[in-house]
């Protein structure tokens, strides 16, 4: 499985984006996809996860609210929606796939990563 990120970018506080990210090869594997950031100096963390078929969804506390994760399956491209940013949002944004049949909420859980984009939101 390969997983492209794209869509990063600056923006003002309150501003919107949204992010995509791209699968392909063995994509059957995948039963979760998810959302991870890393801002600098800091451990790499859970933003959003969406199980196969997109009925089920989590998200961090710090995103609830402001962020959307959604997919694509006829694209397989999965997106984040991003409003109301913060500057404190600013980080890698990097997506992510697991084969097993449960949202991981820990970077240990995946197998599969994309090679992240930059968000960086201006105060």
């Known amino acids: 499985v390969q997983l492209q990120a794209f869509g990063g970018g600056l923006v003002q506080t309150g501003g919107s984006l949204r992010l995509s990210c791209a699968a392909s090869?063995?994509?059957?594997?995948?039963?979760?996809m998810s959302w991870f950031r890393q801002a600098p100096g800091k451990e790499r963390e859970f933003v959003a996860a969406?199980?196969?078929?997109?009925?089920?969804?989590q998200y961090a506390d710090s995103v609830k609210g402001r962020f959307t994760i959604s997919k694509d399956n006829a694209k397989n491209t999965m997106y984040l929606q991003m409003s109301s940013l913060k500057p404190e949002d600013t980080a890698v944004y990097y997506c992510?796939?697991?084969?097993?049949?449960?949202?991981?909420?820990?970077?240990?859980?995946?197998?599969?990563w994309g090679q992240g984009t930059l968000v960086t939101v201006s105060s």
């Open positions: 992510a796939a697991a084969t097993i049949p449960y949202i991981p909420l820990t970077a240990s859980g995946y197998s599969y």
């Open positions: 969406l199980i196969r078929g997109g009925s089920n969804t």
């Open positions: 090869g063995r994509t059957f594997s995948i039963h979760v």
